[in-house]
């Protein structure tokens, strides 16, 4: 126990921050350093050290009060205040559109695009045949419409405001009716229910969880019905005793009752990727060509693109989408733009797509090449010859997550570490602090890591984080 006049000694000792800012000008390191974070780190540094002399429990160490001391903890704090909040991770989960971990990687074109819009200006909102103002839409809409065969597109922040905007033109203060076996909800409490009452549109649900029949809707059409909605359900499967309506249905019951129809895709594919292997996923090309008024879908997931949602359909339903007022509380960026842009130019080449989009190629990835990525990722990490580090291979299965394709298991290779005196726990929350972070699961004790989500250059890095794992743990 310490005694109330050693505490007020030590406490006499602490340095003033103007003390320590004057240690700061004799050490170069923190000549970089924003004055701001100077003050609040060595505000920070005397507050810790002040809990810790007041804490009667507290041991403390003879050097603790030391300048060198007192200028390492700092160090430390201001690194970590330096740093930013945002960092880049290595995807080991196996889980390729990983909504926690940014959702899908862009191609190389799109990035470099990005960097070339962000460094100058652009034609953002200028047409540069009349030299009038033009339209930020007018980048994407051509190939959108070129590549899905719509008559007009247009794309905003992400599909909710995308779902939002398109109820809230076409059926504000009117019904829309919905099979109550579409009624999802996806990541981050995002609920069709929840949605169509902020748009002003009334929800009429029909049919059962797992039964709806085209009667049920037309049933329910009367004098105040607005719009047809049929969601995709991309996040789940119904199966068993179950029946739907199909969108060709749908739009032919929309056009004998002169009521529109909009289907909402969610995830949205230009691929058929039932062609490679996967489940089948309807296109965004089989949705508008069964005469839909309106179709939205996710820029991020099966697309492979940044976040964005867009709105495909007819000329005269977009129209008046775009002259909504919520519009512009919705719009893209230049940088979305760009991004989505070089995206959208790959899908004029399916194969282009398929080796060129991360995700697609991620997906569509052969299992004769996940296991040589498996077998040379666990040969470097055999080669740090360590008696404590035991790796092995072990059969897995990938997703492909981001409320994509749920029932599908993709076949894959993990790499599976286990290190003596290590418990996996720690391994992963090791990994999880380096820099760049690593992010796997744990398995039968051992840290997995599915090599399907761990690009070219990673396996290197992973292993020199291993190294440094067993040198100073």
Not at 127 to 135: A, N, V
Not at 197 to 204: I, M, P, Q, T, W
Request: with cysteine; proline share 4%.
């Amino acid at each position: 126990m310490k005694e109330k006049a050693d505490i007020n000694k030590l406490l006499r000792t602490l340095p003033g921050v103007d003390r320590i800012l004057e240690w700061f000008k004799a050490d170069p390191y923190f000549s970089d350093v924003p004055r701001s974070i100077q003050v609040d780190t060595a505000r920070s540094a005397i507050e810790a050290l002040r809990i810790k002399i007041l804490d009667p429990q507290v041991e403390l160490p003879g050097d603790m009060f030391s300048g060198s001391s007192i200028l390492k903890q700092i160090k430390e704090q201001i690194v970590s205040a330096m740093t930013p909040n945002l960092k880049q991770v290595i995807n080991a989960s196996g889980v390729v559109i990983h909504t926690n971990l940014g959702r899908s990687l862009l191609a190389d074109e799109a990035l470099e695009n990005i960097q070339k819009i962000a460094a100058g200006y652009s034609n953002l909102e200028f047409d540069l045949t009349s030299g009038k103002r033009g339209s930020r839409y007018s980048s994407v809409e051509d190939l959108l419409c070129e590549i899905s065969g719509a008559q007009a597109a247009m794309a905003v922040n992400n599909n909710a405001g995308a779902v939002l905007l398109c109820l809230e033109t076409i059926a504000r203060g009117k019904n829309v009716i919905v099979s109550r076996g579409e009624l999802v909800e996806i990541g981050g409490s995002f609920r069709i229910p929840d949605v169509m009452s902020k748009s002003g549109a009334v929800l009429k649900e029909v049919g059962t969880t797992n039964r709806t029949h085209l009667r049920d809707y037309e049933n329910a059409i009367d004098e105040n019905t607005g719009l047809l909605l049929k969601v995709h359900t991309s996040n789940y499967s119904v199966v068993g005793f179950t029946a739907g309506v199909s969108l060709t249905e749908l739009v032919a019951l929309g056009a004998q009752h002169q009521v529109p129809v909009m289907e909402d895709l969610g995830s949205g594919s230009f691929v058929d990727l039932s062609k490679y292997g996967l489940s089948k996923e309807p296109t965004v090309q089989d949705s508008v060509s069964t005469g839909v008024d309106v179709v939205t879908f996710s820029g991020d997931k099966l697309l492979g693109g940044p976040q964005a949602g867009v709105i495909a359909g007819t000329t005269e339903m977009l129209q008046k989408i775009k002259q909504n007022p919520i519009t512009r509380a919705l719009r893209i960026d230049k940088l979305t733009l760009a991004a989505l842009e070089s995206t959208l130019r790959l899908y004029r080449d399916e194969a282009d797509a398929l080796s060129r989009i991360p995700t697609l190629k991620m997906l569509t990835m052969p299992l004769q090449i996940i296991q040589g990525k498996a077998e040379r990722f666990m040969a470097l990490l055999k080669d740090l010859k360590n008696e404590r580090l035991h790796v092995q291979t072990f059969d897995a299965n990938s997703r492909a997550g981001g409320g994509s394709l749920p029932l599908l298991q993709l076949p894959s290779r993990c790499v599976g570490v286990k290190i003596e005196d290590i418990s996996a726990n720690r391994i992963d929350r090791w990994m999880r602090e380096h820099t760049p972070a690593v992010i796997g699961r744990i398995e039968d004790e051992f840290f997995m890591m599915d090599v399907r989500t761990i690009q070219e250059n990673e396996p290197e890095i992973i292993t020199a984080a291993f190294e440094q794992l067993l040198e100073e743990v």
